[in-house]
């Protein structure tokens, strides 16, 4: 079994207009509702590839049953810790005209001290019958930046492997307690290791990859860092990988991330290798971006890409 982490989940609404206008009434064309956040965002993509997977966090309220009703039908199991406030929702506005995107993302509940003693307790059990745990995206107003440091100090003392997605403070505080993966982007390993990192600059490439090793010699077994439309390297036990991912036809890659993720944890539940799992995510993450459904990809798609992409050792 997987288990999916998302502390801060939301209903995303997705709203199409012609021309939107600021203080005007604006039509919407097309309204779409879906459960949300990065950790479910991983719990689809690994359900549509056929993993046992449990999502749990917090959710509560209408908006949390929905939620929870929402991901039953993709096949994911409920495993969250239900409080009595109300989840909160995500909008998200495309002018169809413009060609932008607007969004409103509300702050959600507070959490006090009983409701994470509650969860925590939920999440040892749950954890207890995993065989991967991934964290990802932010916490709920009530709670500080170790939340994700607990959480991965419970896994590791089960014997669990936990792949961490998150950034700022939680990431600085919960790469301290060492878990099995990271996966920042170019700012974040920057900030992670004190290192200017420049896309413009010559040597890009050689700067993130030391900064990926610095990590990785702090005791994380894995650190995947995205490159965006140029792929991901990967930082393991046998060496630094690069993912190149061929050109497509985007329709959405917001999200992309997250299955990236999904693709890491259900090559990790198969016991596949390193370069096997890099390749794998890879062709989920791509293949998400070819939906116009956020955490959402055709296996069909993924099957075609994951024998175009290369997976080229650097050095």
Do not use: H
Request: proline share 2%; glycine share 10%.
């Amino acid at each position: 079994m997987i288990l999916t982490v998302t502390l801060n989940a939301a209903i995303d609404k997705r709203y199409v207009v012609e021309n939107f206008e600021e203080g005007e009434v604006n039509r919407v064309l097309e309204c779409e509702y879906v459960p949300g956040g990065k950790g479910l965002n991983v719990s689809k993509p690994l359900a549509i590839a056929g993993a046992d997977v449990v999502a749990t966090g917090f959710v509560g309220g209408y908006a949390g049953d929905y939620i929870c009703s929402r991901l039953s039908d993709y096949g994911v199991k409920d495993g969250f810790y239900k409080v009595k406030a109300e989840s909160r929702s995500c909008i998200n506005i495309w002018d169809t005209k413009k060609k932008k995107q607007t969004e409103f993302l509300e702050p959600g509940f507070v959490i006090d001290e009983n409701d994470w003693n509650g969860f925590e307790e939920k999440f040892k059990t749950l954890a207890k019958d995993s065989d991967i745990i991934t964290i990802s995206g932010s916490v709920p107003k009530g709670l500080d930046s170790n939340s994700y440091r607990r959480l991965i100090a419970i896994g590791k003392k089960l014997g669990k492997k936990v792949i961490l997605d998150t950034s700022g403070k939680l990431l600085i505080e919960a790469v301290e307690e060492i878990p099995f993966m990271i996966k920042p982007n170019i700012d974040e390993i920057a900030m992670l290791t004190g290192r200017k990192i420049s896309v413009d600059e010559e040597g890009f490439f050689e700067e993130v990859i030391a900064a990926a090793k610095q990590i990785r010699d702090k005791g994380v077994e894995i650190v995947v860092v995205s490159l965006g439309a140029d792929g991901s390297l990967m930082v393991c036990a046998d060496g630094v990988y690069r993912g190149i991912v061929p050109k497509i036809d985007a329709v959405n890659t917001v999200g992309c991330g997250d299955s990236m993720i999904a693709g890491f944890a259900l090559s990790f539940s198969q016991g596949l290798t390193f370069t096997e799992a890099l390749k794998k995510a890879s062709a989920i993450s791509a293949a998400s971006a070819m939906t116009e459904e956020t955490g959402r990809f055709n296996l069909s798609d993924m099957e075609k890409l994951i024998n175009q992409i290369t997976i080229e050792k650097i050095g």
